[in-house]
C-alpha cells in the first residue's frame, strides 16, 4: 500500500487529490490545520487525518511523528496547503504568505525525509502557480499577466524553485511542482474563475503516481513540462 500524506487536503484540490488517491488504494492521511474540518473530510473519504499547521513547526513534528509510528515510511508528500492574501501589500502579510507557501514546504519536506528515504518510491508534488513564472506573468496571452497577486506570485516563485533544489540535494527522491490550472476553489472565489478541483488534481495524481525512474525537478502542468 502506497503511503501518502497531503496537506491542506480538507477542502478544494487537496481533498479531491485524496479521494482519486484513495481510489487507487493508497493509505492517504490528510493534513490540517482545523481539527474538526479535517477529521469530517477523512471521515467523507475513508481517509486519516492527523492535525497539521505547515506555518507551526510542533504542528508538523507531531504529524510526521504519528505517520512514522502507524506506517514506518512514507511514499508520497503532496504539499497542497496555500493562502492567496490578494489585498494589503505589507509586511505581516509577506511573512503570512511567504510562512505558508513556501517556508511551510521547508517545514513539512525536511519532517519528512527520513520517512520518504525508506520508501522504495518516494515521491514530493508541491502545488504551485504559473503566477510565481516570469515566463507566464510576462506573457499577455496568459490569464497570470493581469493577476495582481504580487506576494502570491512570489511565494509560489520560492515554492517552483525549492522544488528545483529539493531535487538536487535529494536525487533518490522525485521532487516535482505544478500548475494545476484555474480552479474555482475558496482561495479564487473573489476572481470567479476556474474549473472543478476534481479537474485539476488530476494532474497532482499523475505526478504523486510516477513510476520510479519517472522525471524530478520539473515544473508541469496537464500537457507535460512549462517554462519557467
Same mark, same amino acid.
Request: overall charge negative; glycine content about 10%.
Given at each position: ?26 493509505? %492517504? ?24 499547521? %505547515? ?50 514546504? %521547508? ?122
Amino acid at each position: 500500500m502506497t503511503v501518502t500524506l497531503i496537506t491542506g487536503a480538507n477542502k478544494g484540490i487537496g481533498f479531491e487529490t485524496a479521494k482519486q488517491l484513495l481510489e487507487l488504494g493508497h493509505v %492517504v492521511y490528510i493534513g490540517a490545520r482545523d481539527v474538526e474540518r479535517g477529521e469530517k473530510a477523512a471521515a467523507a473519504l475513508g481517509a486519516r487525518f492527523v492535525q497539521l499547521d %505547515v506555518t507551526d513547526d510542533e504542528s508538523v513534528t507531531g504529524a510526521l511523528a504519528t505517520i512514522s509510528s502507524a506506517e514506518g515510511r512514507l511514499d508520497v508528500l503532496v504539499h497542497n496547503a496555500g493562502i492567496l492574501e490578494n489585498g494589503v501589500i505589507d509586511g505581516p502579510t509577506a511573512l503570512r504568505v511567504f510562512d505558508t507557501n513556501a517556508v511551510g514546504i %521547508v517545514r513539512v519536506t525536511e519532517a519528512a525525509l527520513p520517512l520518504l528515504r525508506k520508501s522504495s518510491n518516494p515521491t514530493v508534488v508541491t502545488v504551485s502557480s504559473s503566477a510565481g513564472s516570469f515566463w507566464a506573468v510576462n506573457n499577455p496571452d496568459r490569464p497570470e499577466f493581469q493577476l495582481p497577486v504580487a506576494l502570491y506570485s512570489a511565494s509560489k516563485s520560492a515554492a517552483t524553485m525549492l522544488t528545483v533544489q529539493y531535487a538536487k540535494a535529494e536525487p533518490g527522491i522525485k521532487f516535482n511542482a505544478l500548475e494545476p490550472g484555474a480552479t474555482a476553489t475558496d482561495m479564487t472565489a473573489a476572481f470567479g474563475i476556474g474549473r472543478s478541483a476534481e479537474e485539476s488534481a488530476r494532474t497532482v495524481v499523475r505526478l504523486a503516481t510516477l513510476e520510479a525512474d519517472g522525471p524530478t525537478g520539473t515544473f508541469q502542468d496537464e500537457a507535460g513540462e512549462l517554462p519557467w
